[in-house]
């Protein structure tokens, strides 16, 4: 995230979703209005240490007094989930990205079909919000392990009878049948789904027939590991410097040893923050942001995970 890119912002207020969720608000310190943001975004939050990580925005798309984020603390995470949960404390100032969307909502869609589990929901809540504002048709699958694990239930009530909840833990409870779910979606529907990797993995099967314009993916981390195999070289178009990519570190790595500052957050391919111009060469792409179309088209890359199948890179940098 470069300085540019950067706001500042206080935590005006923490509420506490469940036991594991917390629901964090974030307002300007001068009382000013924020950028708007569109369904499906997410903003990157510099935490202590510098730790960067990114968070699906789930307020209201309209309100630009304040930005709401619902996050999970995550054991077996990197340790930003926790810094939040344990060290965050109302007051705090912030630095934060403007929001970036590469989860957008197609708003004019003749059907919408969303499918979220456990904290997944976080990109869909407005998505649903702003669907129902608009009059347009949706439905909405949500799958957890338990009622009072799931959070923003009340929030998704107000839908009434477009959101179905499943919880696989419950009595008699069971897991949301995406397969079924998909066999059954007209054809010109829009297909959403943001989970754990395993309803991910089920959902790319069920729709690896679909027309993939119509399949939109949030992933929360990568699915597959970086590239650090090395050997290549990477030249900045802008300044005409080259700077080699040795074994065990990814072109981001690189980078930032040859004392440069490129614009970066997740480091696992997933928020798009690095993604940067590719004027020749052939890369190694191992992001979740870009479609088998971008990839093939190899117009863009992310620089935190990706790496290069030429000697050579040229980057528009």
């Not at 036991?19 to 307002?27: C, F, I, K, M, S």
């Not at 925005?57 to 999970?72: C, F, K, N, P, S």
């Not at 669907?131 to 909405?140: C, D, K, T």
């Not at 930032?256 to 052939?282: D, F």
């Given at each position: ?173 069971r897991r949301v049948d995406i397969s079924a ?137």
């Amino acid at each position: 995230m470069t300085a540019e890119h950067r706001l500042t912002v206080r935590v005006h207020a923490i509420a506490f979703e469940t036991d594991a969720v917390r629901q964090l608000e974030l307002r300007d310190p001068e009382a000013r209005l924020l950028p708007s943001f569109t369904p499906g975004a997410h903003i990157d939050v510099t935490l202590q240490d510098g730790v960067v990580r990114s968070y699906s925005l789930i307020g209201d798309t309209l309100d630009t007094t304040r930005y709401v984020l619902g996050v999970q603390r995550e054991p077996q995470g990197r340790g930003g989930s926790r810094l939040i949960h344990e060290q965050l404390r109302v007051g705090a100032l912030l630095k934060v990205s403007r929001p970036t969307n590469n989860f957008p909502l197609r708003e004019n869609a003749p059907a919408s079909i969303f499918i979220a589990g456990g904290i997944g929901i976080t990109p869909i809540l407005p998505m649903a919000d702003r669907l129902a504002v608009l009059g347009r048709p949706f439905v909405l699958y949500f799958g957890a392990r338990e009622r009072n694990t799931a959070p923003f239930l009340s929030r998704l009530a107000k839908h009434g009878d477009k959101v179905r909840i499943s919880f696989s833990r419950a009595p008699g409870g069971r897991r949301v049948d995406i397969s079924a779910i998909v066999a059954v979606a007209p054809a010109d529907a829009e297909l959403y789904c943001c989970g754990p990797s395993g309803m991910l993995d089920t959902f790319a099967a069920a729709t690896s027939g679909r027309d993939p314009a119509r399949v939109h993916v949030e992933y929360f981390s990568a699915t597959e590991p970086p590239a650090v195999e090395g050997g290549f070289r990477v030249t900045l178009a802008r300044s005409g410097r080259t700077i080699p990519v040795p074994p065990s570190m990814t072109i981001l790595d690189a980078l930032i040893a040859a004392g440069l500052e490129p614009p970066c957050s997740c480091l696992e391919g997933v928020c798009g923050t690095c993604e940067t111009r590719v004027i020749e060469g052939l890369p190694d792409h191992r992001d979740r942001v870009l479609s088998p179309q971008e990839r093939a088209a190899n117009k863009t890359m992310m620089l935190c995970c990706s790496g290069s199948k030429s000697e050579l890179l040229v980057l528009d940098m």
